[in-house]
């Protein structure tokens, strides 16, 4: 497998990287724009699922009502290609736990069912998410085919599809000219690696179907100052 990306052994890993840069290497620190925030009145339509999809308060656990991009430091979780409830019921417990530390959850696409999507809004922080092949006109009509967001002053994008793993990293540095990560799903393969543009690519594989992968798995990251530290999970518990 060309780059980063290999086949999980560990509960936890940094995967390297099939460039100079590290993993963890310092992102450069951009201004901040005027920060997203929550939906307001008189907003319709598209434009407020929209907003209500990229911000959501967390309520009572003593947080700020600050949007996160506003944060220099915070967690996230990366996970994609859930099928539920197609190939489990609910999302394990571990990933349900991981969703309830992290200030940001980012999925890549097939949910496949709403009520996915809104027991996700409803537990956690924050959710940026796409719409996936699987996925019906209900997502579609809730979720964007790309999201863009500035995390802490790093450009993120998502997406489902990139393509065949062949040619993915200057398909995607191409198309992403002005990001610094992509999150993408679809393969449910487990990636990392880096484009010769210094563009990151990262699959979190599934939580719930591993295919021929031999775990189930999901990412998380740790975003400070810029720095962006990953790490790629297998699921211990049962769904």
């Known amino acids: 497998m060309r ?35 929550p939906p307001q009145r008189g907003m319709t339509g598209n ?12 309520s009572g656990r003593g947080r700020s009502p600050r949007p996160p991009s506003t944060l220099r430091t915070m967690r996230l979780l990366i996970i994609s290609d859930t099928h539920l409830p197609r190939r489990a019921r609910d999302l394990p417990t571990q990933v349900w736990k991981e969703v309830d530390h992290a200030d940001v959850v980012i999925h890549a696409g097939d949910w496949c069912d709403l009520d996915s999507l809104l027991s996700l809004q409803e537990r956690a922080a924050r959710v940026i998410g796409v719409y996936g092949n699987n996925d019906g006109p209900e997502l579609r009509e809730r979720l964007p085919e790309v ?30 000219p002005d990001v610094d990560v992509l999150v993408f ?43 962006l530290d990953v790490r790629l999970h297998r699921v211990e518990t049962s769904h």
């Not at 434009?47 to 967390?58: D, E, G, Y």
């Not at 967001?149 to 398909?171: N, Y």
């Not at 719930?208 to 990412?219: C, D, G, K």
Request: aromatic share 6%; net charge positive; proline share 7%.
């Open 185 to 227: 799903g679809h393969s449910h393969i487990p990636w990392d690696t880096h484009t010769n543009t210094g563009l990151r690519l990262l699959n979190p594989g599934s939580p719930t179907e591993r295919r021929r992968q031999p775990h189930h798995t999901y990412m998380t990251a740790q975003l400070e100052d810029g720095r």
């Open 3 to 37: 780059g980063g990306a290999r086949r999980l052994g560990f509960t936890a890993i940094t995967l390297p990287s099939r460039t100079a840069r590290s993993p963890g290497h310092t992102w450069h620190i951009r201004p901040e724009g005027k920060a997203l925030g």
């Open 147 to 176: 999201a863009r967001e500035d995390l802490g002053g790093v450009r993120f994008a998502i997406v489902h599809e990139t393509g065949p793993a062949k040619g993915r990293e200057s398909r995607c540095a191409k198309r992403f």
């Open 47 to 58: 434009r407020r699922a929209s907003v209500a999809n990229t911000w959501k308060n967390r």
